[in-house]
């Protein structure tokens, strides 16, 4: 059982930034890929960005590449979004999640958007971002 705690959301203008953590409970947080999605009203959850266990691979959705870096900690149990130039379509609530895949599912860029393949989520956090 793993529970996890997203933090660092807020309302910045476009073209700033925020850091958004999420905290894992437990002592298997090293075992799991891990993943930020968002959703904004009235759409459906999206991946956003991954890293596979060692933080030695990472993914990105197209709208973020560039602008949003994830990394994890594995010390700390924690996984990190870094977020810059952000722009009002990046408004959502943010969660994070977490995913047992295999290596061999975890190398294709189209399994890290599965929703049903994660098996953790987090509470969310709200990001805004103003015009």
């Known amino acids: 059982q793993v529970q996890l705690v997203e933090s660092g959301g807020g309302l910045v203008q476009a073209g700033g930034s925020l850091r958004l953590s999420c905290a894992a409970s437990?002592?298997?947080?090293?075992?799991?890929?891990m993943g930020w999605f968002r959703q904004a009203p009235g759409k459906e959850r999206e991946f956003v960005a991954g890293?596979?266990?060692?933080?030695?691979?990472?993914y990105y959705a197209d709208s973020v590449k560039g602008r949003f870096t994830i990394s994890r900690d594995n010390a700390k149990n924690t996984v990190y979004l870094q977020m810059n130039s952000l722009k009002p379509e990046d408004t959502a609530i943010y969660y994070c999640?977490?995913?047992?895949?295999?290596?061999?599912?975890?190398?294709?860029?189209?399994?890290?958007?599965?929703?049903?393949?994660?098996?953790?989520w987090g509470q969310g956090t709200q990001v805004t971002v103003s015009s």
């Open positions: 999640a977490a995913n047992q895949g295999t290596s061999y599912r975890l190398e294709h860029m189209d399994y890290w958007g599965l929703r049903d393949e994660y098996a953790y």
């Open positions: 437990g002592r298997t947080f090293s075992s799991y890929a």
């Open positions: 890293i596979r266990r060692g933080g030695a691979g990472t």
